[in-house]
């Protein structure tokens, strides 16, 4: 993708610019959301008096120390953070996957501007090439989509079991108003 674009013409970054102007907000939202729920977690020991930890884990020793209290809660606020920053790789197969639709819409532009039969042989080498290129991306994209299927599925069931638990209402406001 980043040799294509230090190569590519006028033309081609203008409809780039196109697919760009149409995905940027959705990918943003996506990401933010994603970041502002895992540090909304992170703050909740400041702002919910029963709560020390950003999480309700339990742990076969004493964190009421000094050390282990900010070590704990350092390590659940990462691995918050590193929650966030998976599911955004959805985002990064779906840029692949439109970087090929844009691809794929210049070769379209190309072919209507066919004006020799000798470049006929270039156009389909270079139709040949996308079409590689699409099958391994949405190929692993298939995998994607079935992993972060099963892991929501999960995730939900597990959400839903605690808000009609019976758990205080500081758990359930994680999951849901």
Known sequence: MEEFLKNSQTHERRILQLYVNRC??????ISLMNYISSISISISPFVLPNQPMPTFATYPFSIDSGITMYLIYIHQSFVGLQCSAG?????????????????????????????????????VEKHQQ????????????????FITSCVCGIALIMFCLQLVGNQPLSVKLQFGP
């Open 24 to 29: 940027w907000i959705f990918h943003g939202a």
């Open 130 to 145: 996308l079409l590689s290129y699409v099958v391994r991306v949405s190929g692993t994209m298939c995998y994607v989509a």
């Open 87 to 123: 599911l955004t790789v959805d985002c990064q197969v779906a840029l692949m996957m439109w970087f090929a639709g844009a691809r794929l819409e210049m070769l379209a532009q190309d072919i209507k501007q066919l004006s020799d039969i000798k470049e006929y042989r270039f156009i």
